[in-house]
């Protein structure tokens, strides 16, 4: 006997609300450091600091590709989308993840040339330096408030876009250390600056897109999450046992499935209700959308 549980509630209207502003404020943060960083790097001749506003474009784009995944996620289940639209924030992690590496590699090709033919000595200037720690500030205090909220609300799209949000401020950290050595009369140390952000950036658009790729081809849920899924069901009342458990993600969501073993002798009614319990309390403690249970006797 199979029993589908009552469909979780894929996303709150809080959740979209929060996930929504905390965005929006990165977009506004990340035009500003765009374009402050592309134009002090222009005209203090400092290709780290133009490799580093490249880099808060690319933020700008994600925060976009974030928007339109959390509105469209929303929706509610219909006649093609059975189990709704949780995937098009996965289907968004790949797509960030793709461009990333592909801004990652076009960088490191950019550094090599510089390296290859380095600027003149004294031709980088301090306002390169000073524009480049106040984006390390403003970066680092931008990845606390997003992963805060990200944390807050369960969701990973908006963790990963934090940790986006923390690899730029790392960048910064890299740009301004390049910055002074150029400034020391060691130029090439800004071309090795700009070097390093794109293999940070690069290697950060493989591990979104690489995670991103798994989820869409139904990865399981972590072994603690599958050991808590075991735990809860071992402790329903009335039930003798149970295997065939197998879960997938479905973008912050879980899908479980399970055969669950009850006394020969019990009802379809009793055993129906002690499905309904085990599925009800897996989705109370996890963030399960939807049970599938199969009854077999014992």
Same mark, same amino acid.
């Not at 976009?64 to 996965?90: C, I, M, P, W």
């Given at each position: 006997?199979?029993?589908?549980?009552?469909?979780?509630?894929?996303?709150?209207?809080?959740?979209?609300?929060?996930?929504?502003?905390?965005?929006?404020?990165?977009?506004?943060?990340?035009?500003? %450091?765009? =374009? /402050?960083?592309?134009?002090? &790097?222009?005209?203090? *001749?400092?290709?780290?600091?133009? !490799?580093? +506003?490249?880099?808060?474009?690319?933020?700008?784009?994600?925060?976009?590709?974030?928007?339109?995944?959390?509105?469209?996620?929303?929706?509610?289940?219909?006649?093609?989308?059975?189990?709704?639209?949780?995937?098009?924030?996965?289907?968004?992690?790949?797509?960030?993840?793709?461009?990333?590496?592909?801004?990652?590699?076009?960088?490191?090709?950019?550094?090599?040339?510089?390296?290859?033919?380095?600027?003149?000595?004294?031709?980088?200037?301090?306002?390169?330096?000073?524009?480049?720690?106040?984006?390390?500030?403003?970066?680092?205090?931008?990845?606390?408030?997003?992963?805060?909220?990200?944390?807050?609300?369960?969701?990973?799209?908006?963790?990963?876009?934090?940790?986006?949000?923390?690899?730029?401020?790392?960048?910064? %950290?890299? =740009? /301004?250390?390049?910055?002074? &050595?150029?400034?020391? *009369?060691?130029?090439?140390?800004? !071309?090795? +600056?700009?070097?390093?952000?794109?293999?940070?950036?690069?290697?950060?658009?493989?591990?979104?897109?690489?995670?991103?790729?798994?989820?869409?081809?139904?990865?399981?849920?972590?072994?603690?999450?599958?050991?808590?899924?075991?735990?809860?069901?071992?402790?329903?009342?009335?039930?003798?046992?149970?295997?065939?458990?197998?879960?997938?993600?479905?973008?912050?969501?879980?899908?479980?499935?399970?055969?669950?073993?009850?006394?020969?002798?019990?009802?379809?009614?009793?055993?129906?209700?002690?499905?309904?319990?085990?599925?009800?309390?897996?989705?109370?403690?996890?963030?399960?959308?939807?049970?599938?249970?199969?009854?077999?006797?014992?």
């Amino acid at each position: 006997m199979d029993k589908e549980i009552e469909d979780h509630e894929p996303q709150t209207p809080a959740k979209q609300a929060a996930a929504k502003k905390s965005t929006l404020v990165s977009v506004v943060v990340n035009i500003g %450091l765009t =374009v /402050s960083q592309v134009f002090a &790097g222009i005209v203090s *001749g400092s290709q780290g600091l133009i !490799a580093d +506003g490249i880099h808060s474009a690319t933020d700008l784009v994600a925060d976009f590709v974030v928007l339109f995944a959390n509105h469209h996620s929303a929706k509610d289940a219909d006649e093609d989308h059975r189990y709704g639209h949780q995937r098009y924030e996965t289907a968004a992690s790949l797509f960030l993840g793709i461009s990333l590496l592909a801004v990652g590699v076009g960088m490191l090709f950019k550094a090599g040339e510089k390296i290859v033919n380095p600027i003149q000595v004294g031709q980088i200037q301090i306002l390169a330096l000073y524009v480049a720690l106040a984006s390390l500030v403003a970066k680092e205090i931008l990845f606390r408030y997003m992963l805060a909220v990200a944390k807050r609300v369960r969701s990973s799209m908006l963790v990963a876009n934090a940790w986006h949000a923390r690899s730029d401020a790392a960048s910064s %950290l890299v =740009v /301004s250390i390049g910055i002074v &050595g150029a400034l020391l *009369g060691h130029p090439i140390f800004d !071309a090795i +600056g700009a070097l390093v952000v794109g293999l940070m950036v690069a290697k950060m658009g493989w591990k979104f897109g690489w995670d991103a790729l798994h989820d869409l081809m139904d990865r399981a849920v972590s072994e603690e999450e599958h050991r808590h899924i075991e735990e809860i069901i071992k402790s329903t009342e009335g039930v003798r046992g149970f295997h065939d458990l197998r879960t997938r993600k479905m973008g912050d969501m879980i899908l479980v499935d399970v055969h669950i073993d009850v006394d020969a002798n019990a009802t379809v009614q009793v055993g129906h209700d002690i499905a309904l319990r085990a599925g009800n309390q897996i989705k109370k403690e996890l963030p399960v959308l939807n049970v599938m249970t199969h009854i077999d006797p014992v």
